[in-house]
């Protein structure tokens, strides 16, 4: 399945409070494809994710898919 998909499935299920929300957005933010990445980068600040602070502050060192 696409990852944009499967990022909002998971922004949902954080949305509804189900616990599996998380690891799946991790999942996403640990993906090669960049667009993915910048999707679910998007989701996890609408959601106020704190709890995924730790990957988007490793994102914010070193972007995969991005000029130096």
């Known amino acids: 399945k696409p990852l944009a998909f499967k990022a909002a499935a998971a922004a ?3 949305r509804l409070g189900d616990e599996r ?3 799946a957005l991790r999942g996403v933010l640990g993906a090669l494809r ?3 990445r910048s999707y679910a980068v998007q989701l996890v600040g609408e959601l106020r994710a704190t709890e995924l602070a730790p990957e988007l502050a490793a994102l914010a060192r070193r972007p995969r898919g991005t000029d130096p």
């Open 34 to 36: 960049w667009d993915a």
């Open 21 to 23: 929300g998380v690891p």
């Open 12 to 14: 949902a299920l954080v």
